[in-house]
């Protein structure tokens, strides 16, 4: 059963167009996160939400907008695609905000390779 | 704030051989964690090994182990008894132990296994 599952895996789309990508944990977790990889491999964050709230919002482009219905479920959605989004985006999700053993180890998705024509 | 950085873009070992993989770091955080994550060419983001800052004793994980230097800030990574299913990007990451998380990456080391 897979601990942190995002939707969908591959995206192919145009700029200028909307997409949003879906993720799910299923570790009980309290706090997830999006990080984009870029050509280089380079991983940043974007966002990171503890129960819902927006914790970390990592000077993104408004264009993206996350969004955390419950504390299992963090989604991005991304208007206006441009060519500089192409990106894998990982989901990630970690026991809490820290300051206890083990809190802060993250459990990656899969990653959705975007890319933008 | 925290940096990481792994100044080898790419190395290579022979099956069974030892190889070991550069880290360091800086941060304003007194407490932390230092990470080590394998992605295969499957892209998925595998922990490999933790350690926590104020642990003075380095963590092993069964061929895996790391080389903790506190004051240099430095955390190497060693792969022992190298196989052919370590090829991949390695990165090296950073996490205050309290307060938001923000899991800070080194740009990576490809390791490639020679058969």
């Known amino acids: 059963d897979t601990a942190v599952s995002q939707t969908p895996k591959y995206l192919v789309t145009q700029m200028g167009n909307d997409k949003s990508i879906k993720c799910e944990q299923n570790?009980?977790?309290?706090?997830m996160y999006w990080y984009k990889q870029d050509s280089k491999k380079f991983l940043k964050i974007m966002f990171s939400?503890?129960?819902?709230?927006?914790?970390i919002n990592e000077t993104v482009p408004n264009r993206f907008s996350p969004k955390s219905p419950d504390k299992a479920h963090l989604n991005l959605h991304i208007n206006s695609l441009e060519l500089g989004d192409s990106a894998v985006y990982f989901c990630?999700?970690?026991?809490?905000?820290?300051?206890?053993?083990?809190?802060?180890?993250?459990?990656f998705g899969a990653g959705s390779r975007l890319t933008v024509l | 704030a925290q940096t990481v950085t792994q100044s080898q873009p790419e190395m290579s070992v022979q099956e069974a051989e030892t190889v070991t993989l550069s880290c360091t770091y800086d941060?304003?955080?007194?407490?932390?964690?230092l990470f080590w994550y394998k992605q295969p060419p499957s892209r998925q983001m595998i922990l490999v090994i933790r350690?926590?800052?104020?642990?003075?004793q380095n963590a092993t994980e069964n061929r895996f182990s790391v080389n903790f230097q506190k004051a240099a800030k430095s955390f190497s990574l060693k792969i022992s008894d190298s196989q052919l299913g370590d090829a991949a990007m390695y990165f090296c990451?950073?996490?205050?132990?309290?307060?938001?998380?923000?899991?800070?990456f080194g740009q990576g080391t490809r390791l490639t296994i020679n058969p």
């Open positions: 990630a999700s970690s026991p809490q905000t820290g300051g206890a053993t083990g809190a802060n180890v993250l459990t």
């Open positions: 570790l009980g977790h309290d706090t």
């Open positions: 939400y503890n129960n819902k709230e927006l914790i």
């Open positions: 941060t304003s955080e007194s407490d932390y964690y």
């Open positions: 350690q926590e800052a104020y642990k003075q």
């Open positions: 990451a950073s996490n205050p132990f309290q307060g938001a998380q923000k899991l800070v």
